[in-house]
């Protein structure tokens, strides 16, 4: 599949049902922790705010989820759909991890989404804050999906 070509379906404008299958299979491509894989759901110019980072090409998204995913290990994450409309979706999330010396952490966030016709996001604006936790305070359990 050529980049011209590659579609990422449901296609908005988006009915509850097909916004919610749109935040499950993000939900499921974010847990593999695949930069490659989760890359390709973005146009080549998607415009990124994660945090205090801003960027805007398909690239620097796989750099920095492999950055992300470098540092945080344990990584389990779980998406709610907050609002939709047209072409877009607003997501409230929670993930969990933890640092190389093993202090976990609990990520809470929303993010605004916008699509493309083809189903690829074009825009992604998120606001995280983290919290320490101990691990028995862990809420997000199991091992990643294998498959998306």
Not at 57 to 82: C, P, T, V
Not at 130 to 141: G, S, T, V
Request: proline share 6%; aromatic share 14%.
């Amino acid at each position: 599949m050529t980049a011209s070509t590659h579609e990422r379906p449901p296609f908005p404008p988006f009915s509850l049902e097909t916004a919610r299958e749109k935040v499950q299979k993000a939900e499921d491509a974010w847990n593999t922790c695949d930069p490659d894989r989760v890359a390709l759901a973005y146009t080549e110019d998607s415009v990124w705010r994660n945090r205090s980072e801003f960027f805007s090409d398909r690239s620097s998204i796989r750099e920095f989820l492999q950055r992300k995913w470098a540092q945080e290990h344990g990584y389990r994450l779980k998406k709610e759909l907050w609002a939709f409309t047209g072409n877009r979706i607003a997501v409230r999330f929670m993930y969990e991890w933890h640092n190389d010396g093993g202090q976990w952490f609990r990520s809470h966030g929303n993010e605004l989404w916008e699509f493309d016709p083809k189903g690829l996001m074009c825009r992604r604006e998120a606001s995280i804050n983290d919290e320490a936790i101990e691990p028995h305070q862990r809420q997000l359990y199991g091992s990643p999906p294998t498959s998306v």
